[in-house]
Nanobody
């Protein structure tokens, strides 16, 4: 049974930082592209960042570029999202997702991901 479990969310002031973690089990982690998505109240789920199987390729939403960094540790079956210079508009539930692929690339669309975590709340106060 595949499980993705996020942690690290919380309440932070604008300009602050948080580091999210997503621990995966029940799958061969290195075979999966990993992504982070977020959903704010009343809004559609949106892409945040993705990292390829080897970590050589990464892709970010324009809204988080140069503020957020996605990394992965294949030995620990974990993907991370370092979030710096947080803004109130970053407030959302953040979820990680896994997409099984043969190639070492990234994907941005929700429909391409096979497994999802439950999410962790990030709240940024002004």
């Amino acid at each position: 049974q595949v499980q993705l479990v996020e942690s690290g969310g919380g309440l932070v002031q604008a300009g602050g930082s948080l580091r999210l973690s997503c621990a995966a089990s029940g799958l061969t982690f290195s075979n999966y592209i990993m992504g982070w998505f977020r959903q704010a109240p009343g809004k559609e789920r949106e892409f945040v960042a993705a990292i390829s199987r080897s970590a050589l390729n990464r892709n970010y939403a324009n809204s988080v570029k140069n503020r957020f960094t996605i990394t992965r540790d294949n030995a620990k079956n974990t993907v991370y999202l370092q979030m710096n210079s947080l803004k109130p508009e970053d407030t959302a539930v953040y979820s990680c997702a896994a997409a099984r692929r043969v190639y070492d690339d990234v994907v941005r669309t929700t429909s391409e991901y096979d497994y999802w975590g439950q999410g962790t709340q990030v709240t940024v106060s002004s």
